[in-house]
């Protein structure tokens, strides 16, 4: 492999990696800060006790996430040196607040972790407000820097110097508001269904006691808000992509030649050397009047660019599939559920309910990947979108591919024992609480 | 305005940065080595004030890098390139160290009581945490010998392989046992024995970390005349105070007092960092890279700036808070277990 696929397969694993542990940053301290604070508000041990587990777990995956952050550091400079040279001055406002954004969590994550029989409940509780404010922070601040990536404003070069940078208007960028809200409410829909799938299983193998009864619910009110909210934002982005970057869009939905009335292509497999996608379910018309709103409006497709210019065209498309199709079963199981337990009047315990919960945690992960896998492949060639191509920008290093495979060992076995631990810990948590009785320890 | 810009004032933070990170996340690192050699009737104590000592700050020290890369690529975006480029081995490998120690720290503590000790982490958390600053320690040789050139075309081993690379790496790790012991006396003032073992690691440390600084000054002289002009010119009173407080911090850890130790330790990774770093001022990478000439434009560099001044006014009450209520009086008395 050349270094500039070498370069995207690192740079991509890292990310991929990273991204599922940062997005449960982002998530699972409002949810222990919403156990903490029902438990303190209704002097109720066993919402404490959950909150004190979630901690434990979290102290694990924040860790994880933590390195592999850095690692992403790092290999900005290590990969993309020439990116870096180029857009280090104008993308390093919001990365600089990141950076601020990440210690106040490490330093409050740390109070709150050892602090649980140093401070007082109320003041450990408000060690946890300052780690959920910065994990969402840090999400917004990072995604400003991909944003730019997109629309690349609020600079001059003159060459490959840079000689006029306006830092807020980089930040702030076209792609951001779209990009940022969309991942942000991403990060909350995957940390609610993946907390969800943990306690949908421990309901499947009996294990539904006092603090499942609690827990479910509460992941659930997360994952069904973020669901809605996340398909609006997903609208408005894909809206945003059409004019921002129409080749993207095209390739997302398989459209190949320019179409007025274009159809939505559902499914299918796009053949860039025949110019057209097969084997889709064509709902003709549809796709015209969901971005205009008018049947018959133009569409421009991949053939208007030249095919140098396309990326690829399979992967983006298939990405989007899934994004989109996982998505919208992620919040159809999301309304069941609550649909479910308001019959019930209790979380549901129907055992094909609870299967889904559990596939839809996972199913939440992929989700969220696909996505990524859209902006990224869909922006390539280029690194900066019409401004810097992928491959200007990567390393001449010859030590790439050995590199690669480290780095691929590294997260396998970081993955593998980080899912051990935390079975483990789950299966001691549920003996102490075997051993105390009926009633979890507080 | 003559003479110090406002690219020097970021400079001068960012080597705060780096000397927050050293003599913080350095401690951190040392607590690594001493715990692959932790030894005697004790060892498990040992273990258990490292981890206590460890755990609730060391994510937090770590950030000081993260802090220390974003601001050398903001403000200085070429010189970060040229860096990556050049030591994209060195860096590599710390960063692999980096990732490991911090994974295998986290394993361990909070993996232990649910599964006792977790086999290969403890062996992966002492070596990853010699690994780490022993390249990080080469990297800067290779920095300060004037190695890193503009033109690029230089071999991957150019610079860190070299002896006084050996001697920087080793002095790093030693440097860092050496902080990591200290701290752990004041840690440990609770318990004597075991603090005595700490007394006794933090002298053999202060010993090894001296011999190696005189043999680097030395290799300095003979093979790397860019740096010893640098610390023989500008640099040379901060070298002066350097040396002048190595054997106080010495004897004030044979003495046992822990926290004139910590301080004068702690102090002297401060004058070997800073006495290299004003010693090649205006130079940001010698020769090639000045501070002036790299440095991004202007509004980047105040946007920096205010960034980082209100930044620090929500993290310095933070900072303080989390040291206040994990390192005040007599920590180790009180933490026996933490149980998060």
Not at chain 1, 195 to 214: K, M, N, S
Not at chain 1, 335 to 354: F, I, N, S
Request: aromatic fraction near 10%; hydrophobic fraction near 55%.
């Amino acid at each position: 492999m050349d270094n500039v696929t070498l370069s995207r397969a690192i740079m991509g694993t890292s990310l991929g990696f990273h991204i599922v542990f940062a997005v449960l940053g982002v998530g699972i301290p409002l949810l222990m800060l919403a156990a903490e604070g029902i438990g303190l508000w209704r002097h109720d041990p066993v919402w404490l006790a959950l909150a004190r587990r979630w901690s434990k777990a979290f102290a694990l995956i924040f860790a994880i996430g933590a390195v592999s952050g850095t690692a992403l550091s790092f290999e900005l400079g290590l990969l993309w040196p020439g990116f870096m040279a180029f857009s280090g001055s104008i993308i390093g406002l919001p990365f600089s607040a990141e950076g601020f954004a990440f210690f106040i969590e490490a330093i409050f994550l740390g109070l709150y972790l050892y602090g649980w029989d140093r401070l007082g409940p109320v003041a450990h509780w408000l060690t946890g407000v300052p780690i959920a404010i910065s994990g969402a922070a840090s999400s917004v601040f990072v995604v400003m820097v991909n944003a730019w990536m997109n629309s690349p404003t609020g600079y001059q070069a003159v060459g490959n110097r840079i000689v006029r940078v306006d830092p807020l208007a980089a930040a702030f960028n076209p792609s951001t508001p779209t990009e940022d809200v969309h991942m942000l409410v991403s990060a909350y829909l995957v940390s609610g269904f993946a907390v969800a799938a943990v306690y949908a299983a421990g309901f499947l193998r009996g294990h539904g006691d006092a603090l499942h009864r609690r827990a479910l619910p509460l992941a659930m009110v997360m994952a069904v808000v973020a669901s809605g909210l996340a398909g609006i934002t997903g609208d408005t982005s894909a809206r945003f992509v059409a004019d921002d970057q129409p080749i993207k869009f095209a390739s997302q939905e398989g459209l190949f030649p320019t179409t007025a009335g274009a159809p939505l292509h559902i499914g299918g497999i796009p053949l860039p050397n025949e110019h057209r996608t097969v084997l889709a379910i064509e709902i003709p018309h549809l796709l015209s009047w969901l971005l205009k709103g008018d049947p018959n409006a133009t569409i421009k497709g991949l053939n208007d660019f030249p095919r140098e210019l396309w990326p690829n065209i399979l992967i983006v498309h298939f990405s989007f599939e899934i994004m989109v199709g996982l998505g919208l079963a992620l919040g159809f199981c999301g309304v069941l559920y609550w649909l479910l337990a308001l019959r019930r009047r209790g979380p549901p315990t129907d055992r094909w309910m609870l299967l889904a919960l559990v596939v839809a945690g996972p199913a939440s992960v992929v989700t969220m990947e696909a996505g990524w896998f859209v902006t990224e492949f869909g922006r390539q060639p280029w690194i900066i979108y019409g401004v810097m191509r992928t491959s200007a920008a990567a390393t001449s290093t010859p030590a790439l591919g050995p590199t690669f495979a480290i780095f691929l060992a590294l997260y396998a076995a970081l993955g593998l024992t980080l899912a051990r631990l935390l079975l483990l810990l789950a299966q001691r948590e549920r003996r102490r609480a075997a051993v105390d009785g009926t009633r979890p320890r507080p | 305005m003559t003479g110090v810009t406002l690219a020097d004032g970021v400079a001068a933070i960012l080597l705060l940065a780096l000397t927050a990170y050293a003599v913080l996340a350095g401690a951190d690192f040392g607590g690594g080595v001493w715990d692959l050699f932790a030894s005697g009737p004790r060892r498990k104590a040992q273990r258990t004030a490292i981890a206590a000592a460890m755990g609730p700050v060391w994510e937090a020290n770590h950030v000081w890098l993260i802090f220390l890369l974003v601001g050398l690529f903001t403000a200085f975006p070429t010189v970060f390139a040229v860096l990556s480029t050049a030591l994209f081995l060195p860096f590599t490998i710390a960063l692999i160290g980096i990732i490991l120690r911090g994974a295998a720290f986290t394993f361990q503590a909070h993996g232990e009581e649910a599964v006792g000790e977790l086999a290969p982490w403890g062996f992966i958390f002492g070596a990853a945490s010699i690994i780490a600053p022993a390249f990080l320690g080469a990297a800067l040789a290779a920095v300060a010998m004037g190695a890193v050139r503009s033109s690029g075309a230089q071999s991957v081993t150019a610079g860190w392989v070299s002896w006084l690379g050996a001697d920087l790496a080793l002095l790093a790790v030693a440097l860092a046992a050496y902080l990591a012991a200290t701290y752990l006396m004041v840690e440990t003032e609770g318990d004597p024995p075991l603090q005595a073992d700490f007394r006794r690691r933090a002298f053999g440390a202060a010993m090894v970390s001296g011999i190696l600084a005189l043999a680097g000054l030395a290799l300095t002289w003979r093979q790397a005349p860019l740096l010893w002009s640098a610390l023989t010119g500008r640099g040379l009173w901060l070298l002066i105070i350097a040396l002048a407080n190595g054997p106080i911090a010495a004897f004030a850890v044979w003495r046992g007092s822990p926290r004139i130790a910590r301080v004068a330790v702690a102090a002297q990774m401060v004058f070997v960092l800073w006495a290299w770093a004003v010693g090649q001022w205006p130079a940001l990478v010698p020769p090639d890279f000045t501070i002036q000439a790299s440095a991004a434009p202007e509004t980047t560099l105040r946007a920096l700036v205010i960034t980082i001044a209100v930044g620090m006014v929500v993290l310095a009450p933070s900072l303080w808070l989390l040291f206040h209520v994990f390192k005040g009086r007599n920590p180790a008395a009180t933490v026996t277990n933490p149980s998060p």
